[in-house]
């Protein structure tokens, strides 16, 4: 049997400037992890950029600008069809006013301490443990 494709999506874990993270839930609907929380992000169009294409799902998910800082890791998830590998950026915004798509039900700002509390999407889990790890190692 053939390889599943890999498709590639894009988070962002966004600091505000009271040093907490955002996170989305996924709303009871979703097709996948519904329940679950997660950064914002998604899919990438055909010929857009990665940095591009996640401004643009932040803004559409969130109604936020974000400005993006670095790279922070990666995940991989598997769907019926295909495997999806996460590139996870991390981000600032100066804004707190979160205006959610129907994608999502819920979202908090979280502190550091926080984030791993949290009922996260299972792809997630072992990225925000890794991160919480390096912010306190600092």
């Known amino acids: 049997m053939p390889a599943k494709p890999f498709a590639l999506s894009v988070k962002v874990l966004i600091k505000n400037d009271e040093d907490k993270y955002l996170l989305l839930r996924r709303s009871s609907i979703s097709k996948y992890n519904a329940g679950k929380w997660e950064m914002p ?10 940095d591009k294409a996640l401004t643009r799902e932040v803004a559409e998910e969130t109604g936020l600008t974000v400005t993006m800082l670095k790279v922070a890791g990666a ?3 598997e769907s019926p069809d ?3 590998a996460y590139l ?3 981000g600032v915004s100066s804004s707190i006013e979160v205006i959610l798509s129907p994608e999502h039900d819920s979202f ?3 502190n550091l301490d926080e984030l791993g509390s949290m009922d996260l999407a299972k792809q ?3 990225f925000i443990t890794d991160f919480i790890s390096s912010k306190r190692s600092r």
Do not use: D, T, V
Request: aromatic share 12%; hydrophobic share 40%.
């Open 88 to 90: 996870i950026m991390e």
């Open 75 to 77: 995940a991989q998830s």
């Open 108 to 110: 908090k700002w979280l």
């Open 82 to 84: 295909k495997m999806i």
């Open 124 to 126: 997630f889990k072992p």
């Open 41 to 50: 992000g998604g899919k990438i169009e055909p010929c857009e950029n990665f």
